[in-house]
């Protein structure tokens, strides 16, 4: 019994890498595995530049963060700044209007450093001064101030009451007469 064997032959022919199929198959073996490598070397170098962008959100966040900060602490200082300049706008604004610069100095040299004011209205003929004081004796040391001095006369309390809103102490309001000064 004769079997017949066949014979398979796995080595390819030599023409093969000359045929159509061969350099098609040549070629996309070795610019595929550039395009597979290119393709690797992107994903690595994505992947590591991963860590430098986090690293750099988490700085810009912490910088954010320090000077959001830094502008909570500096505004109630910024708010009173602002208060005290607009104050002093006004008061340039009306006391070389009015020439009562004197009488307004005179008032602020008068005031105990207990007593606040809060506003001052002078006219040619009157006056009112509201404030704040935080004791009793303060606000009779200014009470007597202001009755003893020149160009103020006939000084009333007219009103009298304890602060709200949060502030302590006596506010108050004065009010009385301008002496009239003597032309020449």
């Keep these: 019994m004769s079997t017949s064997t066949k014979k398979i032959n796995l080595v390819l022919k030599e023409g093969f890498e000359n045929s159509t199929l061969g350099k098609i198959l040549s070629w996309s073996l070795s610019a595929g595995r550039l395009i597979v490598i290119l393709t690797e070397l992107v994903v690595i170098l994505a992947f590591l530049s991963r860590f ?16 959001r900060k830094q502008i909570e602490a500096s505004s109630s200082f910024e ?51 509201s404030g704040i004081s935080l004791s009793e004796s ?35 309001t004065i009010k009385g007469s301008i002496a009239q000064e003597a032309k020449n």
């Design 52 to 67: 430098w962008l986090d690293r750099t959100l988490t700085d810009l966040n912490e910088s954010n963060t320090n000077k």
């Design 79 to 129: 708010a009173n700044f602002r208060n005290i300049q607009d104050r002093l706008a006004n008061y340039q604004k009306y006391a070389f209007k009015t020439n009562n610069d004197a009488k307004i100095a005179q008032i602020a040299s008068l005031l105990p450093a207990d007593v606040t004011l809060t506003k001052i209205n002078l006219s040619k003929k009157d006056f009112q001064i």
């Design 138 to 172: 303060g606000l009779s040391g200014f009470m007597k101030g202001i009755s003893n001095s020149p160009p103020f006369k006939n000084v009333v309390l007219s009103s009298l009451n304890l602060a709200t809103d949060g502030q302590q102490g006596l506010v108050f």
